[in-house]
Structures are given as C-alpha cells and as structure tokens.
T-cell receptor
Framework: AQRVTQPEKLLSVFKGAPVELKCNYS??????LFWYVQYSRQRLQLLLR??SRESIKGFTADLNKGETSFHLKKPFAQEEDSAMYYC???????????FGRGTSLIVHP | DAGVTQSPTHLIKTRGQQVTLRCSPI?????VSWYQQVLGQGPQFIFQ???????GRGNFPDRFSARQFPNYSSELNVNALLLGDSALYLC????????????FGPGTRLTVL
C-alpha cells in the first residue's frame, strides 16, 4: 500500500531562517510526487511537482528514491510562507492519490 | 474563469439521511476527483471520474457513489449518513486522467447530527 508521512504537524521558524518540511513516502513503483499549499482562507493549490523540477516562490523539492523522501526546502522563510503544506503521491498505473496529514508552517516576524 | 465551484457551501444532515454534493470543473478539464478531509488530516481520495467513467476509487464503502455528466460536472452521493461522514468534501479537476495537477474547489462542509 502507498503511504505518505509528514512527521511534523507544526513547524515554527523566524523570518529569514531556512525551512525544510519533511515528506517520506512508501510506494513499490515509480511515484509522482507533489507539494500542495493552503494559505489562510484560500483553497488548496499546487506548489510544485517533482517532474517539473521548478523552484516556486523560492521553494524546491528533490525526489530521493534511495531515502524515499521528497522534502520541501526554502533557504530564507518569509512571513507570507505561513500556510498548511501537504505532500501528495500518485502512483503510475492505477490512480489512487495519497496525501500526507499536512504540516503547518508558521513564520514569525 | 471562477475555477472549480462546489455547492452547497455548508450542509447539515441527520444520521441515516442521504446527501448530494455538486462540483463544476474548470472549463476544459475533463477529470473530476472527490476527496474527504476530516479535521487534522490531509484529503483522502474517494473517486476520480474522467470522460464520465470511474477511473479510480479509494477505500470508501459502497454508500459513497458519484457520477460525471456530459458537461464534465459531477455529483457525489452519500447514503445512510453516519456521524463519521462529517467532513469537508473537496472536488478537484484536472486536464487529464491519472496523476495530473489537481485544481481544488473550496469544499462543502458536511455536518451529520
């Protein structure tokens, strides 16, 4: 069975500090991985996906198949980064997307 | 484009009743997925429909059913409601079937008393 684990329910940092939101997955095949974000009073939206290999709003995420991880990183956190972040996995083949429980990021001024 | 729309916004039902939730995808999107999100958890996949056919099903009982119409809008039906069905129900649309970027609606908050 596929699984996504986000070990931190809450991550609190100060503005300008580096941020790393952890995501570990379990999947027997070749996964597609996503990070979704939900800002206060907004709907859930895509932040980035691993196949695009983009940097969005200063965030990057690298798929590490050896460690089965897809951690989200940003070198310098901004207050506007405060939001709920969800890691998600979709298997190639049968489509059953799996979301992690989410990490709430709070960036203090 | 208003994005994905869902109706109603909020709904209160009692145990044993039936409920229908509605979703309109982004124009041009042919795939609609439904998720259940309970407080403190991430969205849990219920169904995906593409071109009016079910293409994926999560681990939910048969009380949950859905359909997609020729205009690609979708309905989620839940029969014999239980207290545990209280949750935020999210609809998401995407261009393609499968592991494509999901565009989420605002959700329908269902409360079962």
């Amino acid at each position: 069975a596929q699984r996504v684990t986000q070990p931190e329910k809450l991550l609190s940092v100060f503005k300008g500090a580096p941020v790393e939101l952890k995501c570990n997955y379990s999947y027997s095949g070749s996964p597609e991985l996503f990070w979704y974000v939900q800002y206060s009073r907004q709907r859930l939206q895509l932040l980035l996906r691993h196949i695009s290999r983009e940097s969005i709003k200063g965030f990057t995420a690298d798929l590490n198949k050896g460690e089965t991880s897809f951690h989200l990183k940003k070198p310098f956190a901004q207050e506007e980064d405060s939001a709920m972040y969800y890691c998600a996995l979709s298997g190639t083949g049968s489509y059953i997307p799996t979301f992690g429980r989410g990490t709430s990021l709070i960036v203090h001024p | 484009d208003a994005g994905v729309t869902q109706s109603p916004t909020h709904l209160i039902k009692t145990r044993g009743q039936q409920v229908t939730l509605r979703c309109s995808p982004i124009s041009g999107h042919k795939s609609v997925s439904w998720y259940q999100q309970v407080l403190g958890q991430g969205p849990q996949f219920i169904f995906q429909y593409y071109e009016k056919e079910e293409r994926g099903r999560g681990n939910f009982p048969d009380r949950f059913s859905a359909r997609q119409f020729p205009n690609y809008s979708s309905e989620l039906n839940v029969n014999a409601l239980l207290l545990g069905d209280s949750a935020l129900y999210l609809c998401a649309s995407s261009l393609r079937r499968g592991a494509d970027t999901q565009y989420f609606g605002p959700g329908t908050r269902l409360t079962v008393l």
